[in-house]
Nanobody, 119 residues
C-alpha cells in the first residue's frame, strides 16, 4: 500500500488550496486518516483527522478554515484549506491507519507536499 499526497503549491494570503491523499495497492481498507504539517525547526503537528465513519477533528489554529473529507470509492482523503495565512506555510503530510489482509493494521505515511502562503 502506498499513500500519495499532492496539491501543494504557492498561494497568496487569503487564498485556497486542496490537498489530496490517495492510497493505492490491493486488499486494504483505510481507517482513520490524518493530515499533519511540519515547518522548518518546528515539531510536527496534527492539522486535521477523519475517522472511518467520517468523524472529524481539527487543530484550533485551522478550525473554520480547513475541512477534511474522504471519498472511500476513490481511497482518497482531501484537505480543503481556505483563508490561508502565512503561518500555514509548511510541509503537509498525510498518515493513514490501514487494515490489511489477515487483520494486520499498519500506519502509512505519504510523502510531504509543500504549501507556501506568501504575497
Amino acid at each position: 500500500v502506498q499513500l500519495q499526497a499532492s496539491g501543494g503549491g504557492l498561494v497568496q494570503p487569503g487564498g485556497s488550496l486542496t490537498l489530496s491523499c490517495a492510497a493505492s495497492g490491493s486488499a486494504f481498507k483505510i481507517n482513520a486518516v490524518g493530515w499533519y504539517r511540519q515547518a522548518p525547526g518546528k515539531q510536527r503537528e496534527l492539522v486535521a483527522e477523519i475517522s472511518s465513519g467520517g468523524v472529524t477533528n481539527y487543530a484550533d489554529s485551522v478550525k473554520g478554515r480547513f475541512t477534511i473529507s474522504r471519498d472511500n470509492t476513490k481511497n482518497t482523503v482531501y484537505l480543503q484549506m481556505n483563508s490561508l495565512k502565512p503561518e500555514d506555510t509548511s510541509v503537509y503530510l498525510c498518515s493513514a491507519r490501514i487494515s490489511l489482509v489477515g487483520g494486520v493494521v499498519r500506519t502509512y505515511w505519504g510523502q510531504g507536499t509543500l504549501v507556501t502562503v506568501s504575497s
